[in-house]
């Protein structure tokens, strides 16, 4: 596949150690870090994970693999008011199911919230750190911008003693939210504005879902990450490239805390993919207006979205591999993830023949009541799956779209006086068919069947150029099947032309429901979770949630072919 190996560095060569390992491999030949590779993925629970957070979790539990090191999962939970236990739990299904093992390595930021206060008044007793009373409209005044320096806050020198005295009883909960903060003393003229006396601590009298009221005041991300990290000797804190401004503020606490650990931030670039959008705060909207059905929608981007909707999790690995990491933005192509996903499902899907739009065929040479049973392959590429019994008879379910009464160019499938080939059966020739009068529409077609093309070859060599599926239209079952496609019409719906945003470029055609849909009679039995060809139509998955034995109901994965190259070429 041309298209995919040029897609694996951009540069058309094949994969080559990224700026992440190469720094990995000079500390290891370093000795630096006594050469222990240690790695986390630190998500804030305020939402549900979504693709590009897998493959911060490829990268982070995929390089300590590698290395042999390890990785841990910590959950950022400074900020109690947006922070719900619900994605607590989500997260680390997630993190499970994309096949990594934080072992006993769970951590929370909020389990360092001791140490956190402990060297919040080490820096105040340093001078590094002062109680300000500014409000935040006066702060954002006092900031200055990206051209011009800031002013120094009119607390800014308070004494060591007043100080502690008042951030104790900030602790203590004796002054009114928003009221005042922490603030590191750092230097207001700074080019970053990151590094202009930043907040440490605010007051927030907030329930945290893990130490209840014990804290009214709580630290800022910027404090609490490099500190966590710190804790739990971390070697190489991976991040996103919008925390490159912050590296400066992660690396003076360090230096002047002096922590017996000092982890090297490194930043990639978000993975972005065409079509779709990976914010948690926009997905959150998507719920919230009832754009889609919740969290786990397969419409969504959602790690719970795209499980349901039959990605697996070996498809999305290699996905992260072959997409690698970069120093600048791009935005990634569905089509590569979509390779991914068929070239896995090709290898595990059973096959099955599902008519999703039925036009019945009768034979009319074929003993009316009779039936019997045709042998299939369950799937060409694994011989051990085996083979399944079909039920083969007089009336049959073709596709609507398997037949035309005036045939364009090129058109190969049935039409008046052609031949085809049923799958897995018999060739049948199309002598006849019938319309609605009214509608016009055509609702029968009439064939003959050559009985000594059991099998699908016939007996004197003749040949046929198109091989259809079909179901037994007595002895199919019925099932709804949920037609998935891109969620937007644009690749980047975020660069919204004027007077529109990125909600107005959904796609209307995200859900396609058909309701009636013909399959095999063995998919009644279809598993939850499960995926399956459907034979021309594309790879398939038993829904998790709607789906029960006898009743089943599917979710289309992804197209046979890469209908998004045709988009395109259109
Ligand atoms: P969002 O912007 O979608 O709300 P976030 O960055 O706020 O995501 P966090 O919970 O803070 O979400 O992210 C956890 C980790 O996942 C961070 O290290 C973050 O950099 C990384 N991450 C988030 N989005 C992506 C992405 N699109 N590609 C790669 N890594 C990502
Ligand atoms: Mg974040």
Redesign the pocket.
Known sequence: MAEVSENMNGSGKPESVDFIREIINEDIKNGKHEGRVHTR????PN?YL?L??A??ICLNFGIADEYKGQCNLRF?DTNPTKEEVEYVESIQEDVKWLGFDWEDRLFFASDYFDVLYDYAEKLILMGKAFVCDLNADQMREYRGTLTEPGKESPYRNRSIEENLDLFRRMKAGEFPEGSRTLRARIDMASPNINMRDPVIYRIMFAHHHRTGDKWCIYPMYDYAHCISDAQEGITHSI??LEFEDHRPLYDWFLDVLETPHHPQQIEFA???VAYTI????RLNELVKRGITSGWDDPAMPSLAGIRRRGYTPEAIRKFATIVGVAKRDTLSDMALLEYCIREDLNKKAQRAMAVLKPLKLIITNYPDGESEELEAVNNPEDPAMGTRKVPFGRELYIERDDFMENPVKGYFRLFPGNEVRLRWAYFVKCNDFRKDPVTGEVTEIYCTYDPESKGGNSSDGRKVKSTIHWVNAGKCISAEVRLYDRLFTVPDPADAEEGKTWIDYINPHVLDIVKDAKLEPFMAGAVPGINYQFERLGYFVADSKDSAPGSPVFNRTVTLKDSWAKLAAK
């Open positions: 993925f630190p998500p804030e939402g979504h590009g957070h493959k911060s950022d991040c996103t978000k993975l972005n990976f914010s948690k705060r």
